[in-house]
């Protein structure tokens, strides 16, 4: 069982920055960050293969950077020039696959609120 821990959310005003981090129990292939706003589906945001194979959301491109640390089993999500609709609960993901959206493990989530 992989467990994750994210960490960095917060509220910070509009046209702001923000790293958000997870740290892994143990090195896994895929992992992801997905965010869910109040009455909206969970969507994937940024994933990030083993290879460092990368994937955005055409919401979030430009703006969004994900990476991994993989000596530190962490990953981050690095969000620049936050909007209001970036508010959201945001949640790292982890899968063994390398490949497909990464939704074997979750961590517990962070908030991410920004204010206009």
């Known amino acids: 069982q992989v467990q994750l821990v994210e960490s960095g959310g917060g509220l910070v005003q509009a046209g702001g920055s923000l790293r958000l981090s997870c740290t892994a129990s143990?090195?896994?292939?895929?992992m992801g960050w997905y965010r869910q706003a109040p009455g909206k589906e969970r969507e994937l945001v940024a994933a990030?293969?083993?290879?460092?194979?990368?994937y955005y959301a055409d919401s979030v491109k430009g703006r969004f950077t994900i990476s991994r640390d993989d000596a530190k089993n962490t990953l981050y999500l690095q969000i620049h020039s936050l909007k209001p609709e970036d508010t959201a609960m945001y949640y790292c993901?982890?899968?063994?696959?390398?490949?497909?959206?990464?939704?074997?493990?979750w961590g517990q989530g962070t908030q991410v609120t920004v204010s206009s």
């Open positions: 993901a982890a899968s063994g696959r390398d490949y497909g959206p990464p939704d074997d493990y």
């Open positions: 143990l090195t896994i292939n895929g």
């Open positions: 990030i293969s083993s290879i460092k194979t990368t």
